[in-house]
């Protein structure tokens, strides 16, 4: 946990100090059907994986359970190449 919020940290001075706005790699926002109901996803490029996230999710997942169903389309996109 520990090491995830340092390279959160970590990644957003490095976005500050260079000026760079992630509004840049975002793609369309895209709608999942999850066991528990609809997870809109924010995607970004394909080298932007990790960035993948949920914008909207049913109350009954929690924001951690939706970013990992985004990650995971994010990175099934970038495998489909």
Not at 10 to 25: F, M
Not at 54 to 81: F, L, N, V
Request: charged share 20%.
């Amino acid at each position: 946990m520990k090491k995830t919020i340092a390279a959160t940290v970590a990644a957003a001075a490095v976005l500050i100090s260079s000026g760079c706005s992630r509004a840049q790699y975002e793609t369309e926002p895209v709608v999942l059907q999850s066991a528990q109901g609809p997870v809109t996803c924010q995607l970004y490029t394909k080298e932007r994986v990790l960035w993948d996230q949920a914008i909207s999710h049913p109350e009954s997942m929690t924001r951690e359970a939706a970013d990992q169903i985004c990650q995971a389309e994010g990175q099934r996109m970038k495998d489909a190449g």
